[in-house]
């Protein structure tokens, strides 16, 4: 049971560049979450998902995009990377509301 | 706007002695409160939890407790161990919604 895995560990981006992170969970949860954290700061969620087939903005959605095809799988694209991207990004499932989040190690992405 | 809030960015305690870190929040349409603890390099991961239709919830050297009234949150944690040392977040959920909130992180040292 590996729990929530995300890929890569880290990533140099160019101005304008696009990429996806990828994230996936084997615990059979329907929620799923995307967070970025910054220097000194806490986490701010940026999209999330309910179940296969539904997405939502959180706080910080502008410039991301995502998809959830499947239950396990929840891939985050970034489009036309900016400097304001850079940023730690941590995925979370949890089983439904209410329940804990379990994250995964993180992303850091660096946009230059 | 920030809806939660840790205004302590760090806490030294002795080994042994009791840890207290606390957590206010302006929304009280929250119902879900939880407390995460994160490692260098790693994802979050969580400690406690409590519903708003409690005030006290206990797990082994971990106790949150929760004042509606005042907003407050605060997690004890009793004996402090070297190993409790760690960069704490609380979060909170809405009832409305399936977004979670996270605090801005207290960095928790523990002396030997």
């Known amino acids: 049971n590996a729990g929530v895995t995300q890929t890569p560990k880290f990533r140099i981006l160019k101005i304008g560049q696009s990429m996806t992170l990828q994230c996936t969970q084997d615990m059979n949860h329907n929620y799923m979450y995307w967070y970025r954290q910054d220097p000194g700061m806490g986490l701010k969620l940026i999209y999330y998902?309910?179940?296969?087939?539904?997405?939502d903005k959180g706080e910080v959605p502008n410039g991301y995009n995502v998809s959830r095809s499947t239950t396990e799988d929840f891939p985050l694209r970034l489009e036309l990377a900016a400097p304001s991207q850079t940023s730690v990004y941590f995925c979370?499932?949890?089983?439904?509301?209410?329940?804990?989040?379990?994250f995964g190690p993180g992303t850091r992405l660096t946009v230059t | 706007d920030q809806q939660v809030k840790q205004n302590s960015p760090s806490l030294s305690v002795q080994e042994g002695r009791i840890s207290i870190l606390n957590c206010d929040y302006t929304?009280?349409?929250?119902?879900?409160f939880l407390w995460y603890k994160k490692y260098p390099a790693e994802g979050p991961t969580f400690l406690i939890s409590i519903s708003s239709i409690k005030d006290k919830n206990e797990d082994g050297r971990f106790t949150v407790f929760l004042n509606k009234s005042a907003k407050h949150l605060s997690l004890h944690i009793v004996p402090s161990q070297p190993g409790d040392s760690a960069v704490y977040f609380c979060?909170?959920?809405?009832?409305?919604?399936?977004?979670?909130?996270f605090g801005t992180g207290t960095s928790l040292t523990v002396i030997p």
């Open positions: 979370a499932s949890s089983y439904k509301r209410n329940y804990e989040q379990y």
């Open positions: 929304n009280s349409m929250f119902d879900y």
């Open positions: 998902s309910v179940g296969a087939g539904i997405t």
């Open positions: 979060a909170a959920q809405l009832n409305t919604g399936n977004q979670f909130y």
